[in-house]
């Protein structure tokens, strides 16, 4: 049995993931940080705890949008920050909240959302920071430079739905 238990995994997948941000992805590899995670896998299943895997991806998606640079999670809404995403001006950023509508829990069926601040411009990387809690979306935006140089801000996304979609 291996020496990983699913907690570990994701701690790993976390560590992993945050040295691919800081640009090392080859890191962990070469020095022998990576488990053999398809054995975990095997594992849990026969103990009855099958995973299943889902990608998520933006629907108009480029080049450096950095879409997933940051995550957060919350009764059934994803939302996942692109801080790269161009649609305000170079690297404006913005954030994308998906909701799970399947019905069965499984993220099969999706709807998108495409949030962006309304005064971002150029180089201010809205969303390298987020987070969801029911209707209200945190998003922040490092470089905005309306109060001074770099002085940076945060977005409260609110819906304001009467059904919340």
Not at 69 to 98: I, K, T, W
Request: glycine share 12%.
């Amino acid at each position: 049995m291996s020496d990983y238990s699913l907690s570990n995994q994701f701690q790993l997948v976390l560590a992993l993931a945050f040295l691919t941000a800081l640009g090392l992805p080859n890191f962990a590899a070469a020095n022998n940080l990576v488990p053999d995670l398809n054995m975990e896998r095997a594992e849990a299943d026969s103990l009855g705890c099958p995973m299943t895997e889902t990608v998520i991806a933006s629907s108009d998606g480029e080049d450096n949008d950095c879409f997933g640079q940051c995550v957060a999670l919350r009764d059934g809404s994803l939302a996942a920050g692109a801080p790269g995403n161009e649609d305000m001006g170079h690297q404006s950023g913005s954030v994308y909240v998906f909701q799970d509508i399947s019905g069965a829990g499984d993220w099969s069926s999706l709807r998108e959302t495409l949030l962006i601040a309304s005064d971002s411009g150029p180089l201010d990387w809205v969303g390298l920071g987020v987070d969801i809690d029911g209707r209200v979306v945190v998003a922040g935006n490092y470089y905005d430079d309306d109060f001074g140089e770099r002085a940076g801000a945060v977005y409260l996304f609110v819906d304001t739905s009467p059904a919340g979609d």
